[in-house]
């Protein structure tokens, strides 16, 4: 496994991490779906076991997942080893009885809870969730002025921001100054760190590092679903009305997924290595963190770990998906 530094810190994570957005299982926030299909926590527990023992040492949470029972499954199993990694969680979907997520008590408190999820001393970093600080941007100065004490007094040790727009990385990398963005990002949708992008720009400008999320666009890059059978989501799934999922997108993209087997082969190894060395042959990212269900899964996506895809492979994928 090869590690990659975040931003202008001295930690680095390795290059292929996980993410524990499934480990929350079935979940609502305010009347709306926010979770996945529930896990069995004996598989998630030997999937993270198989990762450690090649090399992963970065996992990534939030207190919205499963309003906190990712966080303290993750903590079950790492047990006495989880100051041996780098922990990621975030703050910011789950408002709880404030009115905002990031009111500056309601931070505080859920940085609190969250070190007590994960039984942990501190964060190693901790993410903005979202780009949206109240109208008029109210809660957003006092927002960071709340993150940065908590760097300060030793609670995380560095600030993430993640958010769905150049708009929101563009306004908020100056005034957040994090070590880390994050984002959905994959071969279908890499706009936030192609040349040129406004992000692109910035994480440049201001060596901040890039971790993103749903590298295998949940599924879709390795051809999981099919048109004339797309896919059925439990209540309480955010996917259960993803256009994504739709016959029709299913229909558009079934055609490159077939080059994409073509190309590198058609096992979900393969495909998986396409997928994520595609978004690491930039050099802004830090990390990617495809989210996993069982011990199949992370090994799937730690198969090509050590295979980075050559320039021809790379820009084969990024013409293919050019749209």
Known sequence: MKYRKLGKSDVSISEISLGCWTMGGLNWVNGTP???????????GEAIDYAIDHGVNHFDNADVYGNGRAERMLARILGKRTNNFVIATKIGWFPGTAEHAYEPKHIRHQCEQSL???????????????????????????AIEVMHRLREEGKIRLIGQSAYNHD?????????????????ASALNDG?????????KMLDEYNVSFVAFGPIAQGL????????????????????????????????????IEKLKNKFGPSN????????????????????????RNLDQVKSNLSGMDNPLTEEEFYFIKNLFVE
Request: charged residues 30%.
């Open 168 to 184: 929101d990385f563009v306004k908020l990398i100056p005034k957040v100054k994090p070590d880390a963005i994050q984002s959905m």
């Open 116 to 142: 007590i999820n994960l039984k942990r001393d501190y964060i190693d970093l901790y993410y903005f969730h979202h780009g949206d600080f109240g109208e008029n941007d109210k809660y957003l100065d006092d």
């Open 221 to 256: 890059l390795l051809g999981k679903y099919h048109q004339g059978n797309p896919p059925q989501f439990d209540a309480g799934d955010h996917r259960a009305n993803a256009e994504r999922f739709k016959p029709d997108n299913l229909a558009k993209l079934e055609p490159k």
């Open 269 to 292: 190894q393969e495909l998986s290595r396409a997928a994520l060395q595609y978004l690491l042959f930039y050099k802004q990212v830090g990390s990617v963190i495809p989210g996993f």
């Open 192 to 200: 936030i760190v192609r040349d040129g992008s406004p992000t692109r």
């Open 34 to 44: 926010n979770g996945w299909a529930n896990v069995d926590e004996k598989e998630i």
